[in-house]
C-alpha cells in the first residue's frame, strides 16, 4: 500500500483546504485516518472512518469544522478543513489501518503517506 497525501498549502484562518489521500487498490478494504504533527509536538489523531467510509470519528478538535470522506471507486480518502484555526497548522498525515474499521490510535496503523503541510495564518 503506497499513501500519497497532497491538498496542503497556507491560507487564512477562517480558510478552507482539502487534502487528498490516494490509497491505492490495496487499501480499499482497510479503515483509514488522518493525523497531524504540529512542531514541537507529538502525532495526533484528527479523523477516521471505515473501509466503506461509515462510521466518520473526530478529535474533539475538529469536530463540526472538518469532514472526512472516501471515493472507493477512486481509491482515495480526503479531509474536508473548513474553518481553519491557527492551531491547525501541521503536518497532515493519512494512514491506513490494519483493521477494517477505522481507529484514534496510530498503532491500529500499518502504512503512512508521507505528510503535506498545513499553515494557517492571519
Known amino acids: 500500500v503506497q499513501l500519497q497525501a497532497s491538498g496542503g498549502g497556507q491560507v487564512q484562518i477562517g480558510g478552507s483546504l482539502r487534502l487528498s489521500c490516494a490509497a491505492g487498490r490495496t487499501a480499499s478494504n482497510n479503515g483509514m485516518g488522518w493525523f497531524r504533527q504540529a512542531p514541537g509536538k507529538e502525532r495526533e489523531f484528527v479523523a477516521t472512518l471505515d473501509w466503506n467510509g461509515a462510521n466518520p470519528h473526530y478529535a474533539d478538535s475538529v469536530k463540526g469544522r472538518f469532514t472526512i470522506s472516501r471515493d472507493r471507486v477512486k481509491n482515495t480518502v480526503y479531509l474536508q478543513m473548513n474553518s481553519l484555526k491557527a492551531e491547525d497548522t501541521a503536518v497532515y498525515y493519512c494512514?491506513?489501518?490494519?483493521?477494517?474499521?477505522?481507529?484514534?490510535?496510530?498503532?491500529?496503523?500499518?502504512?503512512w503517506g508521507q505528510g503535506t503541510q498545513v499553515t494557517v495564518s492571519s
Open positions: 494512514a491506513a489501518s490494519r483493521y477494517a474499521r477505522g481507529s484514534s490510535q496510530t498503532g491500529a496503523y500499518v502504512k
